[in-house]
């Protein structure tokens, strides 16, 4: 199996960014250069495509190219999202950095369960600072609603208005 091939499916159907050293195990390879060098041969690839694999803090993921997410992100398979997870998520987008606990004081316990399920689905993370986890939305949430994360933050300041 050719890796540039493998290396193209496995970031199509990864939910969520993968790192190079999973990249390389997945390929069964332990130079990252090598996978490194792939992933640039992919990326020239797609330049003329509607889709693009970039690099992130989380890892590298294909995605939709920014200017065209408005178009077809209503196609996103996500949209079981529940009213109480999309509440969740606005407030994490509205006050990022948002303090887990300051969530929960304007949800309600039932929050915890919401944020577990944003955190599954790849659209926030959560990182433990004393005893608090500091919540932040991912790229992902730019996939699944098909707009911009600053757009979508500006929207929620004129409605909060």
């Given at each position: 199996m050719?890796?540039?091939?493998?290396?193209?499916?496995?970031?199509?159907?990864?939910?969520?960014?993968?790192?190079?050293?999973?990249?390389?195990?997945?390929?069964g390879?332990?130079?990252?250069?090598?996978?490194?060098e792939?992933?640039?041969?992919?990326?020239?690839?797609y330049?003329?495509?509607?889709?693009e694999?970039?690099?992130t803090?989380?890892g590298?993921?294909?995605?939709v190219?920014?200017?065209?997410?408005?178009?077809?992100?209503?196609?996103?398979?996500?949209?079981?999202?529940?009213e109480?997870?999309?509440?969740?998520?606005?407030?994490v987008?509205?006050?990022e950095?948002?303090?887990?606990?300051?969530i929960?004081?304007l949800?309600?316990?039932?929050?915890?369960n919401?944020?577990?399920?944003?955190?599954?689905?790849?659209?926030i993370?959560?990182?433990?600072?004393?005893?608090?986890?500091?919540?932040?939305?991912?790229?992902?949430?730019?996939?699944?609603?098909?707009?911009?994360?600053?757009?979508?933050k500006?929207?929620?300041?004129?409605?909060?208005?």
């Amino acid at each position: 199996m050719e890796h540039k091939k493998l290396l193209e499916a496995a970031l199509f159907v990864s939910p969520s960014p993968m790192m190079l050293n999973d990249l390389g195990k997945l390929l069964g390879v332990n130079s990252l250069g090598y996978v490194k060098e792939l992933l640039g041969e992919l990326q020239k690839q797609y330049a003329e495509t509607g889709l693009e694999i970039v690099n992130t803090p989380e890892g590298y993921q294909m995605q939709v190219k920014p200017e065209f997410l408005g178009n077809v992100g209503h196609l996103n398979p996500h949209s079981d999202l529940s009213e109480g997870c999309k509440r969740t998520l606005a407030l994490v987008l509205y006050k990022e950095p948002a303090k887990q606990s300051e969530i929960i004081k304007l949800q309600g316990n039932k929050a915890y369960n919401y944020i577990k399920d944003l955190t599954r689905r790849g659209l926030i993370k959560a990182e433990r600072e004393g005893h608090t986890k500091i919540l932040k939305v991912t790229q992902e949430l730019e996939s699944y609603f098909g707009v911009p994360k600053e757009k979508i933050k500006e929207q929620l300041k004129v409605e909060g208005n």
